[in-house]
């Protein structure tokens, strides 16, 4: 595995000796003060090869374990990562671009990229020799939790507010966990969660404050990268919420440049929901020499996954996206429901909405020239439709009814 | 790709150039007639070594190519196949079994098993030059069908009954099948989509009677062996409802050996719901020396996938699995729902209730004698639990409603 150098304060930069500070920076305090996990980058640079991760024979994100906090022998038995990414040659000359790819994450074991981030921060726990975890979450990061404490055989507790669609707790409920229904706000939820992780030891995986998330959600960078043997797009999209995947994917893509196996970073651009976009508008600030925090506003969209008001890791994402040259944009919640009919329908890809939004951002995105024709471009699929398969119906046709008889059936075909 | 050498008869024996029959041998007709792709075995035996299909450097089921009737230039563009196989240490001793695998197929691109059938149907689809695809399922088929022609961009017509669960026909609807939904019963419509399909030159994805659905779900077997590194399991159980994906299976490890890759093949049992029994009654009445066909009963059971009263691949799966020395075994809805619990709970694995029968099987079967205490065992999952979540749901308790407080967390934690 990769031994972390140093745990660092993303705002002040303060330095911590790796797992001295489990969750943030003391001085800054929560949310301006989540960690960056730090490795020795010139030893990695000299020892890995674009040939280093196959030889692994791992077919998961462990294969990444050089770069990862936690050995492969902590891991949990679910398979998380490798998932596949699809080269959409029609789609791309439909669109103008060089090149499309779409990488379906929802084939996770939880169905949800948030997989990614739960493998090592579950592998953490059990480094750490904690006897059980802990989220708040709207929903795909506490089932994701949940599953994979149900494989570990480890006790998980979970805060959600009431809003999360009955699939995910459906999930929730048969993995096991003990669920908490927080009769407030998320953020109370979220609180709550972290006040009773310390009181009772448990190791808290809700967004932001444990480092080790945005470790696993890097490994989707990295996979993009192998998948495509080292040539990375020009341009990244994937849905933003509380912003750790699209922290994570930036800090992929960085790290890959420090161990000299990529030469530059695609410019990486976070998708909002119009109606959920303080991550978005936290980005402008931050262009025009304001402070990032405190970022909260109304969120109110059908994509559940990224409705979220008070996101947690928008420092991280917003100077993680700044470096990479990308940028932020908003879409509506028709754009999205739309976006998701249409990747099914032209890839044969069943996306949750909050997971469509990242191809209705690209839209918009090519639409405002931010993203110019002739660009090579990789999409991030977050989450699988069946979380919430209600939300992505909206105007489609009923199936046609018909007695059972050839003749019926010819008068309702067109052909 | 491995050349078929014949088309054959299962029932009859009789056999046709490849190809020159597309369905059902014309004499025994669609339901005894299904047919079998029969290859070079001596000729793949001399060629095929336990490297060959990790050297293709496929990461689907077209690393088995040498053996599958299509070759992958014919490939749609979705990933089927190369699911996670997961060792259950802790189970397999609590239930006093040598070994316990859990073979993990939810997490194909439409999440179930029938997606390795699709594959390879639409690939030989392609390879025909045939300008649509169609199907007659209860639900996973014909999701499963849509979405592989959504990435071909081929047309799709599904006949389905009123039956299935809203996020099956969710994904279908958002895939852009052309759906109808047919005014009888399943029977009714499964002959409406055979005579429509030669009426239209559709190819016809229906269970059973087209030979490529198996030559797909074969592709399970070899990649059981691959993942436990050449040492089969000496028992496999799988859910059965038309008994397509059980006779892929058989005829996958029977090739093993025919290959001279494994020396013998693992005893593989079917399950079946107590309320749709009909391929588990034909085994019992084969063994009393008594045709297998016809095989018709009611069909009542929470498991929609398996809910099948006239199971088209009846006489495959009935002599194959009689050929493993395996056999059939049925559970009541009350088993497949807690084992659709205890699987999630123990395994991390959420899979709905049709898939989930196959573990209520296996703990029947250790009930029974049938599978002995210290017995290596691989239980596939079919299906994803999201597919019909709220059949999985019955007696879990609801999350606990409690207001932001610590003090008031603490009240319901038992510690």
């Not at 890995?48 to 030889?55: D, G, M, Q, S, W």
């Not at 169905?111 to 708040?136: E, F, M, Q, V």
Request: some cysteine.
């Amino acid at each position: 595995m990769g031994e972390p150098t140093a745990f660092r304060c993303v705002s002040c930069g303060e330095t911590f000796d790796p797992w001295a500070v489990e969750y943030t920076c003391p001085s800054c305090g929560p949310l301006k003060g989540t960690l960056e996990v730090l490795y020795d980058y010139r030893a990695l640079a000299r020892r890995l090869t674009p040939k280093t991760f196959a030889e692994t024979q791992q077919h998961s994100l462990w294969r990444y374990e050089e770069l990862l906090p936690v050995g492969r022998e902590h891991a949990v038995n679910l398979r998380a990562g490798y998932t596949p990414l699809y080269a959409c040659r029609t789609l791309a000359i439909e669109l103008g671009l060089r090149g499309l790819w779409i990488k379906d994450d929802s084939l996770n074991p939880t169905a949800s990229y948030k997989d990614r981030a739960t493998a090592i921060t579950t592998g953490a726990a059990r480094k750490l020799g904690r006897a059980a975890c802990s989220c708040a979450s709207t929903g795909n990061a506490a089932t994701s939790l949940a599953g994979f404490c149900a494989s570990a055989g480890m006790p998980c507790f979970i805060f959600v507010p009431g809003t999360a669609p009955r699939p995910k707790l459906a999930q929730l409920k048969a993995f096991g966990a003990v669920v908490f229904a927080v009769d407030g706000t998320y953020d109370q939820a979220f609180d709550l969660c972290a006040e009773a992780s310390t009181k009772f030891d448990w190791f808290n995986r809700s967004a932001a404050v444990n480092p080790m998330n945005v470790e696993g959600k890097k490994t989707g960078a990295l996979e993009l990268w192998e998948q495509l043997r080292g040539e990375l797009p020009d341009y990244v999209v994937v849905s933003v919420g509380d912003g750790s995947v699209i922290a994570g994917l930036c800090k992929g893509f960085q790290e890959l440049v420090e161990i000299e196996l990529a030469d530059r970073m695609p410019a990486v651009f976070g998708v909002q929901a119009e109606g959920a976009p303080a991550v978005a508008h936290a980005f402008t600030r931050h262009t025009q020499g304001q402070p990032i925090v405190p970022a909260e506003e109304p969120a109110q969209t059908l994509a559940d996954s990224i409705s979220v008001g008070h996101p947690r890791d928008v420092v991280k994402a917003v100077r993680y996206v700044a470096d990479t040259g990308g940028g932020f944009v908003t879409v509506s919640d028709a754009e999205i429901a739309e976006s998701g009919q249409e990747l099914a329908r032209r890839v044969g890809v069943f996306a949750e909405p909050a997971a469509a939004a990242s191809y209705a951002g690209l839209l918009r995105l090519l639409d405002a020239g931010d993203v110019p024709p002739d660009a090579r471009v990789a999409v991030f699929i977050t989450g699988s439709g069946l979380k919430d398969p209600e939300s992505m119906l909206h105007g489609l046709p009923a199936p046609t009814k018909i007695p059972p008889e050839l003749e019926a059936l010819e008068e309702h075909l067109d052909l």
